[in-house]
């Protein structure tokens, strides 16, 4: 007879987009306002177009006023005939705006717990995740990288100030 011995509440490592746990957190719904497959579950976005009605990738006019949140895995686009999932334009998303979630990290990022998180805005890794360049946001790292993600913790990205580095 098999039994269960642990138990967790926490999405498991590999799952950008993902929720890191089950603390409080808002997640707003927005329109993509970017090629399709542009955008990435777990890559951080800023105001689109129409602010405060879709998102789009950063770019390096971007200011940390504009940044609205991390592209949420909810589960609900398919993967194609390729085994590819596609984040298409014109598509409604679910975005973090504060709370715990698996972000994806531009290719040389190493972040360490309690590390300042910085949304990269240009280049290959724009909307990704580093400890350095970009724009410093409201939020820590509370994982190391894992697969090319991280956990971050985002705080209420209306409040200007980005959180204090350190444990």
């Known amino acids: 007879m098999s039994i ?27 329109r993509i306002d970017a090629a399709d497959g ?9 105001a689109g177009t129409t602010p405060g009605t879709d998102v789009t990738i950063p770019t390096a006019d971007s200011t940390m006023d504009k ?3 991390v592209v949420m895995n909810g ?8 085994g590819v999932i596609v984040v298409r334009n014109s598509s409604t998303q679910s975005i973090m705006r504060h709370g715990r979630v698996w972000a994806r990290l531009a290719a040389e990022a190493e972040p360490a717990y309690g590390d300042q998180v910085h949304l990269i805005t ?5 909307g990704c995740f580093g400890t350095t360049g ?9 994982t190391t ?13 209306l409040n200007a100030a980005p959180a204090a580095s350190g444990n």
């Not at 589960?75 to 390729?82: A, C, P, T, V, Y």
């Not at 990288?145 to 990205?157: C, D, S, T």
């Open 4 to 30: 269960w011995t642990e138990y967790n509440n926490r999405t498991p490592a590999g799952v950008a987009g993902g929720l890191y746990d089950l603390t409080d957190h808002a997640v707003d719904s927005f």
């Open 38 to 46: 542009k955008v990435k579950f777990g890559m951080g976005v800023v």
């Open 67 to 69: 940044f609205m949140g």
């Open 75 to 82: 589960g609900s686009n398919e993967m194609d005939m390729n």
């Open 122 to 126: 240009s280049g290959d890794d724009a």
């Open 134 to 142: 970009g724009i410093a946001i409201n939020a820590r790292f509370i």
């Open 145 to 157: 990288a894992q697969n090319g993600i991280a956990a971050i913790e985002l705080y209420n990205q």
